[in-house]
Nanobody, 116 residues
């Protein structure tokens, strides 16, 4: 019943931008902390950014100043605007819904590839 569907990924050159979207259904969206994670080849899954119901944000150090997380509660959607993309940003990006620090629901993931 719960579904998180990511979109907006793809191939981009270094320095370029992408905007990821994650549309949620089956949950009362506005009550959840939403987050983006990523997993690069050969690396552990890592937190990218979080946003609370009220709009408070948190970013991992590698993306601070380059990525922006936002949400539209009316559309049940969370976004990740990625600017100044670097090769190291290449990863599968996952949308997640959290409650009290527990990772409850995951999207299937979407590929972001930064390459020249």
């Amino acid at each position: 019943q719960v579904q998180l569907v990511e979109s907006g990924g793809g191939l981009v050159q270094p320095g370029g931008s992408l905007r990821l979207s994650c549309a949620a259904s089956g949950i009362i969206f506005r009550f959840y902390v939403m987050a983006w994670y990523r997993q690069a080849p050969g690396k552990q899954r890592e937190l990218v950014a979080t946003i609370t119901s009220g709009g408070g944000t948190n970013y991992a150090d590698p993306v601070k100043g380059r990525f922006t997380i936002s949400r539209d509660n009316a559309r049940n959607t969370v976004y990740l605007q990625m600017n100044s993309l670097e090769l190291e940003d290449t990863a599968v990006y996952y949308c997640n819904a959290e409650s009290r620090g527990t990772l409850l629901y995951w999207g299937q993931g979407i590929q972001v590839t930064v390459s020249s």
